[in-house]
């Protein structure tokens, strides 16, 4: 056996400063084909999970961002929504309805004064793709049978159909001021950076929500939005055809609509995936949907890079930086293949491997200290790296939360809609008076760092920092 050198007995101190000081943690070890192991591992995630949220006790429920159904800062109003959507899978994939009724009282508490997820204390800086984030989580709580509100207030698929209203609003303006032809813009309001954008969250937004409406519903005017959005986003270089799904595309190029971001995020594909798939089974099986469906899938392997051992990656954990919206994206792909299998199954067996793999590497991540007395189970951003790798929040909490639950996908109902069982109370012209030139609130106290935008900040870090760090990945 050799001595240490100087350097190397350097380099194992630090290693022990960072690693090993720590008292020993037990990895949670994920056995992907076991029910009872993905519910026991998932329950642990989401206890860690929920408590950077609310202290549960007997004395109630006390939420720590002040009032029900938002988190503080670094995470804006949207992941919030997001993160109830992640706990609505973790109950419907596990059966554990421990945290039904804090669910349910923040998507009740955010609904808004004029019901339409713009509350006055967001909606300032409130995006399309925010926005959007908060239906999908309404149209979940319908498809699983979360309790409907109390019946003064809008059922979970009046919510929805209040946003797919104001979203046909907005569309249906671009399209009279022949912006491009249609697409909605990133933004609501145009004092907000990204009002020249016309991004996939948003109108792939559009699309997705009118596939799931139009599968609850069986009503066929939404399955025609879905389609018109979609052939909209087809004939941009939002999706060139071959399975590609770029981020944006800017309105002032000439002639306008032009170019795209081609940064790939995990979520954008998310969403196109689970809006293929719906739109699949809705249609019995379409040729057109199967085809684009195939594709997304096919090109999304560019998310589990063979040298990170097929495991799930975003593109900014190459250099570390993901920030804290960026951090959660990994949890609506992963989301999104579970529905996916479900309402696809002839794609189940591409879709699950992936999940399987990238969910037993997720787990053993899950080793960092809670600092909310919810155990050891925090978890890493990088699901390749060995153990926790220091970073931590409600983001990987939620992607960690969300790959692991969805592989019960195949054990449990698929999603319900009206005929299968779905009661969700509906309003078909709800969001149809909305009318965006309103002043949100707090208009006038509006400064430049909000200009930049609560919205989901891709583009503003992708020209940044990363501007093609995705090749070195990849
Ligand atoms: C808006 O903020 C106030 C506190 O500043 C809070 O009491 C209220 O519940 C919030 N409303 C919504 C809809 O979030
Ligand atoms: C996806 O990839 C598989 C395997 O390479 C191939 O057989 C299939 O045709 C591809 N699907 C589409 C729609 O391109
Ligand atoms: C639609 O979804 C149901 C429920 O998961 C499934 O049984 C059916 O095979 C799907 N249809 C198609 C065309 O894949
Ligand atoms: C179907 O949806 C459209 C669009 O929201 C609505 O105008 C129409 O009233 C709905 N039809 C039924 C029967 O609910």
Not at 141 to 161: I, R, V
Not at 273 to 283: D, R
Not at 287 to 303: A, D, I, R, V, Y
Not at 327 to 339: D, I, M, N, T
């Amino acid at each position: 056996m050799r001595l240490f050198s100087p350097a190397q007995a350097l380099a194992a101190l630090t290693l022990l400063s960072t690693d090993v000081v720590r008292p020993q943690v037990q990895a949670l070890v994920l056995d992907p084909l076991s029910e009872d192991s993905i519910k026991d591992v998932a329950s642990k995630v989401a206890g860690a999970l929920v408590a950077q949220y609310a202290d549960i006790d007997e004395k109630g429920i006390h939420v720590l961002g002040g009032y029900p159904g938002i988190l503080y800062e670094p995470y804006y109003w949207w992941q919030a929504g997001a993160m109830f959507g992640t706990l609505l899978d973790y109950w419907h994939y596990t059966g554990d309805d421990q945290y039904n009724e804090v669910i349910r009282e923040g998507l009740i508490h955010q609904f808004g004064e004029n019901l339409d997820l713009m509350p006055g204390n967001q909606s300032k800086n409130e995006g399309n793709d925010d926005q959007v984030f908060w239906a999908f989580s309404m149209i979940m709580a319908a498809e699983y049978k979360l309790p409907d509100p109390p019946g003064d207030k809008p059922g979970w698929l009046a919510m929805t159909q209040s946003v797919f209203n104001q979203f046909v609003g907005r569309y249906n303006k671009e399209v009279a001021d022949d912006v491009c032809g249609g697409g909605m813009r990133w933004q609501i309001f145009h004092w907000l950076n990204g009002w020249n954008y016309k991004n996939t969250a948003s109108n792939g937004g559009l699309f997705h929500l009118g596939a799931r409406l139009a599968m609850y519903t069986k009503n066929d005017t939404y399955a025609k939005w879905a389609e018109k959005a979609f052939d909209w986003m087809s004939q941009s270089p939002l999706l060139p055809g071959d399975g590609t799904v770029n981020d944006g595309t800017d309105v002032k190029t000439d002639p306008p609509c032009k170019d795209a971001d081609r940064n790939p995020w995990t979520y954008n594909y998310g969403i196109m995936i689970a809006g293929a798939a719906y739109m699949y089974n809705y249609t019995n099986g379409a040729e057109k949907w199967k085809t684009h469906l195939g594709q997304f899938l096919n090109k999304s392997m560019m998310f589990y890079p063979e040298d990170k051992g097929g495991v799930m990656v975003e593109i900014c954990e190459a250099n570390t930086v993901c920030d804290a919206d960026q951090q959660s994206f990994k949890a609506y792909l992963a989301r999104w293949l579970g529905v996916t299998a479900q309402m696809a199954p002839e794609f189940a067996p591409i879709i699950m491997p992936r999940l399987r793999t990238s969910a037993v590497a997720a787990a053993q991540t899950c080793q960092g200290p809670s600092q909310h007395g919810a155990g050891d189970y925090l978890c890493g951003e990088k699901w390749y790296h060995q153990g926790w790798d220091g970073i931590g929040g409600v983001g990987t909490q939620m992607t960690a939360l969300n790959v692991i639950s969805v592989l019960n996908a195949e054990r449990v109902p698929p999603p319900y809609s009206g005929d299968t069982g779905g009661t969700s109370r509906g309003n078909p012209g709800l969001g149809t008076n909305n009318h965006d030139d309103r002043l949100p609130k707090f208009e006038n106290e509006i400064t430049t760092g909000d200009k930049a935008g609560a919205a989901i900040v891709t583009i503003i870090v992708a020209v940044l920092f990363l501007g093609g760090a995705w090749w070195m990945l990849f």
